[in-house]
């Protein structure tokens, strides 16, 4: 790998561990502050309204200076969001800046490695941060709960170091030339540009399967975590730290299911996996039947490798499509755009759900239910375009 390479994966996985650490101790905060049970699915979404808002601009702004110190100054935002909940900002408000922050890292995480590494090392490149980002999702809710247990605020001011941590490391990635600069900065062009992006994915018939169900997947997989977590608690009798161990069960099960899909998937044929989305909603409401946890262990994790092995190589085919279309960076903006549409719609259909007090049986039926019936749409509308 190339200098500067290593750096920049530390970096990330300090940023990523940190990310998913936060969530946690801000959701062991609003429990200390006695706040409504329905206030820990919002946390979310205030998280992800900034990648919605900021998604025609992020991808500019991570092209017009070097993407290192865009990285830096993204994780310099994501603590400023922590020390806003440590002076006593309302979480809700504090996590949004750091979804703030977060938006504005994530084009150049990505689009870095284009600019730093050779053709034939991104392959390798994109294992090695997938591989931290996967670690990072596993080890992170455990990292969050754990820290937060007796004190969120000790939880959190750790988390900041993290943060810092991170924005050291990202100081010290090499500057590298810059290689897409907008044509225009002014907030017509921006905008108008984004919407040519954002249509002509969707119009696409590859690009239009794939976006679908990338963000079916990541609205049902924030949505996920939550469930886990109520259920967790009425079913099994969990604390949050202990559902904490199931969540990253889940992600386990992700990994493996990447892997296989990795190995026997072909991208000219990734298409053919969106059945294991229809028995992932499945095994979702099965759920409903589960009182053991060890039991509950290994569906989590089955549930996981069905929805790795059904993402990864959908999430290939868009990024194939996007690149071949639209370039990387816009592609990777309209991606994120979308996924957190379905992660801010799902999340507020769950926030509702609890707000109304439904019974957990019930909502992890609704959610079983929405998941088959939209993959089984997604599945059929594709076929009938590939027909005409």
Same mark, same amino acid.
């Given at each position: 790998?190339?200098?500067?390479?290593?750096?920049?994966?530390?970096?990330?996985?300090?940023?990523?561990?940190?990310?998913?650490?936060?969530?946690?101790?801000?959701?062991?905060?609003?429990?200390?502050?006695?706040?409504?049970?329905?206030?820990?699915?919002?946390?979310?979404?205030?998280?992800?309204?900034?990648?919605?808002?900021?998604?025609?601009?992020?991808?500019?702004?991570?092209?017009?200076?070097?993407?290192? +110190?865009?990285?830096?100054?993204?994780?310099?935002?994501?603590?400023?969001?922590?020390?806003?909940?440590?002076?006593?900002?309302?979480?809700?408000?504090?996590?949004?800046?750091?979804?703030?922050?977060?938006?504005?890292?994530?084009?150049?995480?990505?689009?870095?490695? %284009?600019?730093?590494?050779?053709?034939?090392?991104?392959?390798?490149? #994109?294992?090695?941060?997938?591989?931290? %980002?996967?670690?990072?999702?596993?080890?992170?809710?455990?990292?969050?709960?754990?820290?937060?247990?007796?004190?969120?605020?000790?939880?959190?001011?750790?988390?900041?170091?993290?943060?810092?941590?991170?924005?050291?490391? #990202?100081?010290?990635?090499?500057?590298?030339?810059?290689?897409?600069?907008?044509?225009?900065?002014?907030?017509?062009?921006?905008?108008?540009?984004?919407?040519?992006?954002?249509?002509?994915?969707?119009?696409?018939?590859?690009?239009?399967?794939?976006?679908?169900? %990338?963000?079916?997947?990541?609205?049902?997989?924030?949505?996920?975590?939550?469930?886990?977590?109520?259920?967790?608690?009425?079913?099994?009798?969990?604390?949050?730290?202990?559902?904490?161990?199931?969540?990253?069960?889940?992600?386990?099960?992700?990994?493996?299911?990447?892997?296989?899909?990795?190995?026997?998937?072909?991208?000219?044929?990734?298409?053919?996996?969106?059945?294991?989305?229809?028995?992932?909603?499945?095994?979702?409401?099965?759920?409903?039947?589960?009182?053991?946890?060890?039991?509950?262990?290994?569906?989590?994790?089955?549930?996981?490798?069905?929805?790795?092995?059904?993402?990864?190589?959908?999430?290939?085919?868009?990024?194939?499509?996007?690149?071949?279309?639209?370039?990387?960076?816009?592609?990777?903006?309209?991606?994120?755009?979308?996924?957190?549409?379905?992660?801010?719609?799902?999340?507020?259909?769950?926030?509702?759900?609890?707000?109304?007090?439904?019974?957990?049986?019930?909502?992890?039926?609704?959610?079983?239910?929405?998941?088959?019936?939209?993959?089984?749409?997604?599945?059929?509308?594709? +076929?009938?375009?590939?027909?005409?």
């Amino acid at each position: 790998m190339v200098k500067g390479f290593y750096t920049l994966l530390i970096a990330q996985f300090l940023s990523a561990i940190a990310d998913n650490a936060l969530l946690f101790a801000a959701i062991a905060l609003l429990a200390k502050l006695n706040a409504p049970s329905w206030h820990e699915p919002l946390l979310r979404e205030f998280f992800v309204i900034s990648y919605i808002i900021l998604a025609p601009f992020v991808g500019p702004f991570a092209d017009a200076l070097p993407k290192g +110190r865009v990285m830096f100054l993204s994780n310099g935002l994501k603590f400023i969001g922590c020390l806003m909940a440590l002076v006593g900002v309302p979480p809700l408000y504090a996590y949004a800046m750091v979804g703030v922050g977060a938006a504005a890292y994530s084009p150049a995480k990505y689009g870095i490695l %284009t600019e730093m590494l050779p053709s034939s090392l991104l392959i390798k490149a #994109n294992a090695w941060m997938e591989g931290t %980002t996967v670690t990072a999702i596993i080890l992170g809710p455990v990292l969050g709960s754990t820290l937060s247990a007796n004190n969120p605020y000790t939880g959190i001011a750790f988390i900041m170091v993290l943060y810092l941590m991170a924005a050291g490391f #990202n100081y010290y990635i090499p500057k590298v030339p810059i290689d897409h600069k907008v044509e225009q900065k002014n907030l017509q062009f921006l905008l108008k540009d984004f919407w040519h992006a954002f249509v002509t994915l969707w119009k696409d018939p590859q690009g239009q399967v794939s976006l679908a169900v %990338t963000t079916l997947f990541w609205g049902a997989g924030a949505t996920l975590q939550f469930v886990v977590l109520q259920w967790a608690d009425v079913r099994l009798g969990f604390s949050q730290q202990q559902a904490t161990y199931l969540i990253a069960i889940l992600a386990v099960g992700i990994a493996a299911g990447s892997i296989i899909a990795s190995r026997y998937v072909e991208l000219e044929n990734a298409v053919k996996v969106l059945p294991a989305g229809i028995y992932m909603g499945i095994l979702v409401i099965s759920m409903m039947l589960i009182h053991s946890p060890v039991l509950a262990g290994i569906l989590l994790f089955v549930i996981g490798v069905l929805s790795g092995y059904f993402l990864v190589p959908l999430n290939s085919l868009l990024q194939h499509r996007g690149h071949h279309l639209l370039g990387a960076g816009h592609s990777i903006a309209v991606q994120n755009f979308n996924e957190n549409i379905g992660i801010l719609l799902l999340l507020g259909a769950y926030t509702w759900m609890v707000g109304a007090k439904l019974d957990i049986n019930t909502i992890v039926a609704i959610f079983g239910v929405f998941i088959i019936v939209s993959m089984s749409l997604i599945t059929i509308l594709y +076929r009938k375009q590939i027909q005409r």
